[in-house]
């Protein structure tokens, strides 16, 4: 199982344009130094790790301490979209050896980052990386894409807070009938038109000290849950 599911990532990645071209397209180069830092330390100072874009990055770069005391650990990635961190997963999630993994991913995918948006296979994506966990014993997390009324690099993209609402509601069911925690980080933080509520971000889509102060106490209670 493990092997397929590795060749599966392998082929994938060789398929791709960008990695057919040589390019670190996915940015497996961005945590490969840290990673081999990671794989020494002691399980409890390892515990979770988070996969995700800048929403994860500016998390575990801000909020360090949130990180360090807990014992978790940052895998996000700035612009990313689900396609690449699903290439990704297996060297900056499955080989450290986590006992959780909390995925959050989607946002990038519906701004159009690197291709255009179909929901089917950025939930297809998602769920590669739980089945991915799941097959190397990793207790696994899925998240809600965070509350966005309009991407300001991507004005193009008017219904951003409607695709998010129905990728959100897709990954939920598929949590619950797989029997995966879902945090529910949306509806803490939308307003009624399922925007970022006033104060929880500077640019309506990435979340502040504020934001982050909603979702910290979210997260630790459910990775208590399933880390006992």
């Known amino acids: 199982m493990k092997r397929i599911i590795i060749a599966i990532t392998a082929l994938v990645c060789f398929a791709g344009s960008a990695c057919a071209q040589g390019q670190d397209w996915a940015n497996f180069g961005r945590y490969q130094e840290a990673n081999q830092e990671v794989k020494a330390l002691p399980q409890a100072e390892r515990k979770a790790v988070f996969m995700g874009n800048s ?14 005391d807990n014992g978790y650990i940052g895998r996000g990635i700035s612009g990313q979209t689900t396609y690449q961190m699903v290439l990704r997963f297996y ?38 990386m739980a089945q991915m966990a799941k097959a190397y014993g990793i207790r696994v997390i899925l998240t809600s894409v965070t ?15 409607e695709k998010i609402k129905s990728l959100n ?15 529910d980080y949306w509806t803490a933080m939308a307003d009624e038109q399922g925007a970022m509520r006033e104060g929880l971000s500077d640019d309506g889509c990435h979340p502040t000290a504020e934001g982050y102060d909603i979702m910290e106490p979210m997260i630790k209670q459910a990775i208590q849950k399933v880390v006992k």
């Open 55 to 68: 929403i994860t990055q500016n998390w575990a770069s801000r909020r360090p301490g949130f990180f360090k």
């Open 91 to 128: 060297e900056d999630v499955v080989a450290l050896h986590p006992k959780v993994v909390v995925i959050n991913g989607g946002t990038n995918d519906i701004a159009y980052n690197n291709h255009p948006y179909v929901e089917d296979r950025t939930l297809q994506n998602i769920i590669t």
């Open 169 to 183: 509601a897709r990954i939920r069911d598929y949590a619950k009938k797989h029997r995966f925690q879902y945090v």
């Open 147 to 161: 509350p966005c009324g309009q991407y300001r690099w991507r004005k193009e993209v008017t219904d951003a807070a």
